[in-house]
């Protein structure tokens, strides 16, 4: 699984980063905020492909392939997903690491993204209203015809839009800096699935403070 990093060159002698922060792809913008607005500057990250949303299956062994070969190089890592649908496998995976490398690793709690941006009153809240939502967050909505279209084979095969999305009452878009143009796409989006639609402003949720707890103290 190919990854990418947005940690910048480091000077000859710098000190090297105190910790990784192993995340999903669709968490980039806010992360890389995150980290400048709290000048992690000893915080490397790293990205799995947001294409993994499609296969949760696949998280543990992703997130286990890139532990295994920064062992050593930091004194923590914090891996940026809830359980994303893995159904336990990355917190079995993260327990089963930590025995073996001796190495701290710790997860952002929650069910998915949605949770942590949402806040989990809320989004238990909204899941009680309605269970039957498809939930969009500003990567989704502008990604949405590559993750999920293309994504799910629905260009190929239009039959299967019925399969995915059939069960489905409602769209809401939790945005995080959800701009005039992303709120139109998504009502269009919903449109598209024949869906109702709701608009939340979370911003960042608790993404900001979930991750500020996991890394070490300056």
Known sequence: MKT??????????AARPRALVLACGAL???IAALRSANDWRDVAVRYLAPELHNRPERIP???????????????????GYADCGTAGGLDDVIARLCSELGVEIERIP????????????VFAALSDAEPGTFYLTDFLVRHFDRLVIRGLGIDRHPELYAMYF??????????????????????????????AYEFHLTGYG???TSLAAALPAA
Do not use: W
């Not at 990418?4 to 002698?13: C, N, Q």
């Not at 062994?61 to 914090?78: L, P």
């Not at 939790?174 to 709120?183: I, S, V, Y």
């Open 4 to 13: 990418s990093s947005d940690s910048p060159a480091r000077e000859s002698g």
């Open 28 to 30: 980039a913008r806010e």
């Open 61 to 79: 062994d992703a997130v286990e392939r890139v532990v295994r070969e920064t062992a050593g190089q930091f004194d923590r890592i914090v891996v």
């Open 110 to 121: 929650g069910v998915h993204c949605y949770e942590f941006y949402a806040g989990s009153e």
């Open 166 to 195: 059939g069960n489905y009452r409602r769209v809401v878009y939790l945005g995080q800096k959800a701009t005039a143009a992303d709120r139109q796409a998504a009502e269009g989006i919903a449109r598209r699935m024949n869906l």
């Open 206 to 208: 608790g993404l900001g």
